[in-house]
């Protein structure tokens, strides 16, 4: 006893010495996406294979083209498709576009050109060189209500990306991007999504989150998403969240986010560097294996600033591992010290229990003589329940005589009565006469079999409408008067006293093979569950 007391001590010592390691945990619902996740970032190979397989197949298309207006329109195509996949492309495709607006003296070709690719610079960080396109090389005045729009939409964008890079070298100082967005209100289509981008973003600036969280669901709604803006789209309501503070829902969209980039082989992005920021403290092997991707990415698409942003995270992920480390080594002490005590808690309990074996012993034979005395016993109950089931086979045999017996009855009855009609046939009305008053005394008997049946029965197994009824739909169950039963339950009250073959059945029930055949199809079409184990199953009533 003196142990036993002992041990909730050492405990409590043990306790005290291991380090406080919790951490924020992930709900199972997290978790599963990001498996989900990580079953995209694996499969990275097959997408960019098919994003590089349409870029070749415009690359193509380009090579053969003689036109100067369709080779416009296809460096402007393979802008388009690399404008998120890698800058240089993007800024390569977008220069022959201005060259060849230049040669076919395109001005506003070339003035949509200049546009795209000061708006290449803004989003890539290069921002003395989107300044430069879009404020020098510009000239605002002579474009059309269309262009217009794009490259207020375009200073609009720089404007939003400078306010949000304070680590930039350059110094620009541009409007702040509320001036545009009066005119831009006027330019763009009622409903269209350039229009409601804006008007979100103006939402958040407020404050009023429900209702950018409102609009930003709507634009999600209608975006399909298999393209890149979806995940533009759920990069803002993962956005909004974390300024609700509602940190699951925001992780959430921030994974779906990520995923649709992964679909479009997306370089430049932001949601996996985001979701790698969120899991440094929970999960810093993922962590560092999405930054790592981040990065990879990055630098292949050559951005200015976003590199640098990701390799802020790094420090970060240093930091969790070196954590991580340092409590290894904790633990390692701790489970040394705890080693020694329980070796000496083991070897003061081998020396109790050496002390205690006599008692063993003795207590070893009183449990031997009392299992012995239990499997009599047991050998007793196995007795009497083999005797009960050969009573319960004896009963049902019992009963399925009655049933024959009864049956033949009137199927005697019913012989009579036809010789009575043929006696009739033939003239002998004097011989029956008497007797014409019973020629429904067939029917009345098996009025009373059935009766008969139906009571005989219910009071052997009360329960079987109920059990019955649970073995069907709903809607399909029966719900005859107390006492009785209606056909179909006859049959199959006969099929749970071992009566399953239908010749047998509609010899008792006195139906024709095809009604018996007909009613059990319809009862099993009703069924639940395997419509070929329902007999099995109605055989197992009230066992």
Not at 217 to 237: F, G, S
Not at 363 to 388: C, G, H, P, W, Y
């Amino acid at each position: 006893m003196r142990f036993r007391s002992a041990a909730p001590v050492v405990l409590s010592i043990v306790l005290m010495l291991l380090p406080s390691c919790r951490k924020p945990q992930l709900s199972d619902r997290i978790k599963g996406s990001l498996e989900e996740l990580d079953g995209y970032v694996a499969s990275r190979p097959v997408y960019e294979t098919r994003k590089k397989g349409q870029l070749d197949a415009l690359r193509r298309l380009l090579q053969t083209s003689n036109d100067p207006f369709r080779s416009y329109d296809l460096c402007e195509s393979l802008a388009n498709e690399f404008f998120a996949y890698s800058f240089d492309s993007t800024q390569y495709y977008l220069k022959r576009c201005l060259a060849l607006a230049e040669q076919t003296r395109d001005t506003e070709r070339e003035a949509a050109a200049s546009i795209a690719l000061g708006h290449l610079y803004a989003k890539a960080g290069h921002f003395m060189e989107a300044y430069n396109r879009l404020f020098e090389m510009t000239d605002k005045e002579s474009l059309s209500g269309p262009l217009r729009a794009d490259y207020l939409f375009a200073l609009y964008d720089f404007s939003r990306d400078l306010a949000g890079n304070s680590g930039m070298v350059e110094r620009l100082f541009i409007p702040d991007r509320s001036v545009y967005r009066e005119e831009l209100y006027s330019l763009l289509p009622e409903g269209s999504d350039k229009r409601m981008q804006i008007r979100l973003d103006e939402l958040v600036q407020e404050g009023r989150l429900e209702s950018a969280d409102s609009l930003c669901r709507i634009l999600v709604a209608r975006t399909d998403p298999n393209v890149h803006q979806y995940a533009i789209c759920a990069y803002e309501m993962s956005e909004i969240a974390g300024q609700r503070g509602n940190s699951e829902e925001q992780m959430e969209w921030l994974i779906k986010s990520a995923e649709c980039d992964i679909i479009n082989s997306v370089k430049d992005y932001a949601s996996l560097t985001m979701i790698a920021q969120h899991l440094v403290g929970v999960d810093v092997d993922r962590s560092f294996r999405y930054l790592r991707i981040a990065q990879e990415d990055a630098l292949a698409y050559n951005a200015k600033l976003r590199p640098w942003q990701i390799s802020q995270f790094f420090m970060g992920i240093e930091s969790a591992y070196s954590d991580r480390q340092q409590k290894s080594r904790q633990a390692m002490v701790i489970a040394s010290i705890l080693l020694a005590v329980l070796t000496v808690i083991l070897s003061l309990l081998t020396i109790a229990l050496i002390n205690r074996s006599r008692k063993l012993s003795r207590i070893r034979a009183q449990f031997e003589e009392s299992n012995m005395k239990i499997a009599m016993v047991n050998a007793t109950l196995n007795d009497v329940n083999a005797r009960l089931s050969r009573a319960d086979r004896v009963k049902e045999e019992f009963i399925v005589g009655f049933l024959h017996k009864l049956s033949d009855q009137i199927a005697g009855q019913r012989a009579e009565d036809n010789r009575l009609r043929n006696l009739l046939k033939q003239g002998k009305s004097a011989v029956v006469l008497k007797e014409l008053d019973l020629s429904t005394r067939s029917e009345k008997s098996l009025k009373e079999y059935y009766h008969t049946f139906d009571i005989t029965f219910l009071g052997l197994y009360p329960d079987f409408v109920e059990q019955f009824n649970a073995l069907l739909r709903e809607e399909e169950r029966f719900y005859p008067k107390e006492g009785c039963l209606n056909t179909e339950l006859r049959i199959f009250a006969l099929i749970r006293l071992g009566v399953d073959d239908s010749h047998d059945i509609a010899s008792i029930l006195h139906y024709s093979l095809s009604t018996i055949y007909n009613y059990k199809v319809s009862v099993k079409n009703a069924c639940l569950g395997d419509r070929d184990t329902f007999e099995q199953r109605v055989k197992m009533i009230g066992k």
